[in-house]
């Protein structure tokens, strides 16, 4: 069976910094893609950044992230991470860790197989 589970959200001030992880488990790690993406309150998910694994960890942002957050991945421990600064009241969301079976790291969500629960971020101006 596989579960992705995320952890690391809270509330923060904006300008601060946090850090989430996925951990992945019932699957084949190494063959996956990851991708992160959020959902704000009355409003559609979209995608936030995406990581693949056959080509050295190809990245991918959305524009309202880059420059501000990292994605980045170990296979051995079978975790994805984003690390997010300049956290903005904007990007208030429950974000969600996803697995796409060898894929290029695409921003379309469904591409993607296996969907985690969500953590919690909250971003207070």
């Known amino acids: 069976q596989v579960q992705l589970v995320e952890s690391g959200g809270g509330l923060v001030q904006a300008g601060g910094s946090l850090r989430l992880s996925c951990t992945a488990s019932?699957?084949?790690?190494?063959?996956?893609?990851m991708g992160w993406f959020r959902q704000a309150p009355g409003k559609e998910r979209e995608f936030v950044a995406a990581i693949t694994t056959w080509d050295l960890g190809n990245t991918r942002y959305a524009d309202s992230v880059k420059g501000r957050f990292t994605i980045s991945r170990d296979n051995a421990k079978k975790m994805v991470y984003l690390r997010m600064n300049s956290l903005k009241p904007e990007d208030t969301a429950v974000y969600y860790c996803?697995?796409?079976?060898w894929g290029p790291g695409t921003d379309r969500e469904s591409e993607y197989d296996y969907w985690g629960q969500g953590t919690q971020v909250t971003v207070s101006s």
């Open positions: 019932g699957l084949t790690f190494s063959r996956y893609a």
């Open positions: 996803a697995a796409d079976t």
